[in-house]
């Protein structure tokens, strides 16, 4: 069964230090991976978008990184701010489909 | 230009009623999709739209539910009988063809 793991369940650290969520998948193949920010009532939002030979790809102080043979990933964040406060999730698209497959996400929570 | 929009934002209905929740695309979107997120979980896959061709209805969880989408824009995501296993955000993306796609806020439903 395809599946998408993130790990921690959730995380609480302090305004301007760096943290790493992790993302395990058995997905295969697969097309593309993704991390999503999603504030809280908000639809997610879309911050990296990898194909299976990417090894890194980032997006201002957000950097995703994917390791294919392992089947994981990672989402590094530097120099946290308030407003990154959100919950942190981990797609997989299934090679040739559009169907998502969806981890539960990590909830970082950022205080000052 | 505009985003996708879902209306309502929230919804509070007694259990065995039915609720009608209505999803606006981005314009020229060819592809549109319906996501239930239950609270701590993954997004989970409802239906699919694209296009002219017959919608994938494989997420559905039940025949209580039923969506269509009328002249390729607006669609409508309609909860039979709902019970209370059916409280739950649900979002509605859209996306040209299998591109990228781009979330609503969501509607979150209570049943009570």
């Known amino acids: 069964k395809n599946q998408v793991e993130q790990s921690p369940q959730s995380l609480i650290i302090l305004e301007g230090k760096n943290c790493t969520l992790q993302?395990?998948?058995?997905?295969?193949?697969?097309?593309?991976l993704r991390w999503y920010k999603q504030d809280t009532g908000r639809g997610p939002v879309s911050l990296t978008i990898m194909t299976f030979s990417e090894n890194t790809k980032s997006n201002g102080r957000y950097t995703a990184t994917l390791d294919a043979d392992t089947k994981q990933s990672s989402l590094h964040i530097t120099a946290s701010q308030l407003s990154d406060s959100a919950s942190y999730i981990c797609v997989v698209i299934p090679d040739s489909n559009y169907q998502l497959i969806w981890g539960a996400g990590t909830k970082l929570i950022i205080k000052p | 230009g505009a985003g996708v929009s879902q209306s309502p934002s929230n919804k509070v209905t007694e259990k065995g009623k039915d609720v009608e929740l209505r999803c606006d695309p981005i314009?020229?979107?060819?592809?549109l999709y319906w996501y239930r997120q239950s609270l701590g979980q993954g997004l989970e896959f409802l239906i699919y739209f694209q296009g002219n061709s017959a919608p994938d209805k494989s997420g559905l969880p039940s025949d209580r539910f039923s969506a269509e989408r009328t002249g390729g824009s607006v669609s409508t995501l309609t909860i039979q009988r709902t019970q209370q296993e059916d409280s739950a955000v649900y979002l509605c993306a859209s996306s040209f063809s299998s591109g990228e796609q781009y979330f609503g806020p969501g509607t979150r439903l209570t049943v009570t």
């Open positions: 314009s020229g979107h060819t592809a």
């Open positions: 993302c395990n998948y058995t997905v295969s193949p697969f097309s593309n």
